[in-house]
């Protein structure tokens, strides 16, 4: 069966009783937004890969305890947040780069720490004038408190429905929404000077 | 809402995500559209919601994947439904092949059926008829084969003992034992279907 065309629950079913593809194919779907949400909260690539492999690890050694009252995604991102803001409590948050990670002594270890982008079939010069932006756009979400950053990232980086991040941040849905507004009102103050 | 009267912020974001009902719509739309002030604050949560759109989308290294299935504890599959498994085709074209295995010899049976509906007299209501007495006929003739059999042998014999033996104990333990009988049997059979399906432990991906 291919498994590329099963539902998240499915795939939850199929890996409880050992499937390993159906183990894949949820890393699969989820990895790439999962480790983007959290790279965007702790705004560094070490970090950011380490937790993201802390949220897999707990949700697949964990997943009797999945409800499928809820979505999938819902539970994953929850884990992802949680973790990510727990390791910000005990953390100051460090200057976010792309470019390859501060702790890099050589090019190679800062080649080997770039961030993986992937590609929006831009041409070059689009594609520096996009990652400029990209650049100011990832410091100002930087700035903003922690539950604002995760509920603006998961709305407008990751498309979630304002229903499903009330239940990823689990808080009501006129907190998402008071969160999210101030969000970007903050933006919009820092980026004034793009015009935005 | 007069022209001195401008939109919330919260009504303007919402018109940028094109979140507002018909009626809210309506009436934002033509504000926006005589209100210059307001005109520029929608493009301006609209060009913050494209910005935010374009970020570049991130993605883990290529060794992620790996180092996350290193860690993760998959339950055994159990080893009765390993076995089982283990006969089952594992590709769509397995199962095709297996599929038309089952059906294939079938087809010859449902045409000549089909060949025999074609002569007159002939209906499915009677060969219904002559297949069932046919059947017992058969179940039947059987059955009479294993009694004399059985006569025969003396096993009868023995079995007549032991029915004498049997409806010598008292009614009250035969019932019990049947009462017994009665939990028992559901009890294994259950335990049986979750033997066969439940995984028996855990073991690390990594082994």
Redo the contacts between chains.
Sequence with gaps: ?ALIQSTDHDLVVL????S?KA??EL??RY??PV??LI??MVRDREQ??DL??ET??KV??HLESFNPKYKFSSWIFKIASNLSIDHLRKKEPETVS?DGSRHATTAEETEASR????S?DENPEQFLE??E??AE??QAIGKLRPEYRTA?VLR??E?RPYEEISEIMDIPLGTV?TYI?RA??E??ET?AH??? | MNQTQHLD??TL?QLAEGMLSEHELTRATEHVEACRRCAAELD??R???A????????????A??N???A???????SPV?AMIQRWLPTT?RGWSLLVAALVAPMLPIFAGIAWLMTHPGVSAGSLWQTGTAAALSAATATFGKIVEWGLESGIFGGAQVVIDAVLSIPIETVAGAFGVLAVAIPLSAWSLFRLART?TGNAT?AN
């Design positions: 069966m890996a409880r009783t050992g390993e183990y894949r890393l699969d990895q790439r480790f983007s790279y965007r950011a890969e993201a492999q897999f690890v697949f050694n792309l961030i993986q982008v992937e929006r996009a990652r932006l990209g756009i990832e603006i407008h980086v498309g929404k507004h970007r009102s933006l919009r980026l793009l015009k935005i | 912020d919260w974001e301006g949560y060009a913050l919601y910005a935010l759109e374009e970020l570049p989308r991130l993605a883990p290294s290529p992620f994947s180092a996350v299935m860690r993760v504890k998959m339950p055994e599959p439904w769509r995984p991906y």
